[in-house]
């Protein structure tokens, strides 16, 4: 065996072993493996870390700060079909250069937000697909829009105008809990929100994407209804926190 495929072994076989998982949940909610988007979260890891993820078969990235990921893109221009997500709280006065380096925007939390997005990306001639971002525990400290919002109304009703914006769904973080059961009822509440937009509002979101589930809950978002999981450290390993919350 080379000596470069030894050193991609650990990271391969994170990778398989969620995939496995997310496998094994699927089916336990009715599904194919291949209906869940694995999102791999790379935010603190480096360019030539994500390379290899990429080379272990991972398309579609996610960060969470604009300023890091733009120290990052440069190494990486060359994996032209990667997906590179902020999933992050995004200031409006980093809209633009988010326009820029994205391809979507998974965390979009107000009309001014949106709105900033949308003039950016049109600007650049491309589309940006987002996904509005709901705080389902009602957290102080969290961004996203409460479920039964005027900001979430005004969002679905502004939505249809913003044309290099499409709208592709939900995404989510509940209140942290080491036990995964604590955050089913959560995923539960956003399946239902999604459904309900879905049914009373088609023409305005295409609700595709349900986007909810991290390293240490994601099959029970998947048993919940998650169509993506965002998974940082199952596949990466453990983030060293410097000044990071997450
Ligand atoms: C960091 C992060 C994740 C991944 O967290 P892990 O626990 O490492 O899987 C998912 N979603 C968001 C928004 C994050 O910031």
Redesign the pocket.
Known sequence: MSLVVIALMPLAENIAHVRERIGTAALRSGRKAEEITLLA?S?TFPPEQIRAAYDAGLRIF?E?RVQEFAGKIAALRDLRDAEWHM??HLQTNKAAQAAELFSHID?VDSVRLARKLNSAASDLGKKLSVLIEINIGGEAAKSGVAPDSTELQDLLNAAPELTSLPFRGLMT?PPFSDDPEQSRPNFRKMRELFNHIASRRPSAVHMEVLSMG???DYEVAIEEGATCV?????VFGR?ESVGSK?
Not at 230 to 234: K, N
């Open positions: 979260v935010k996610g969470n999933i992050g965390s973080v991290m390293s240490h965002r998974v940082g450290t199952a983030r997450l």
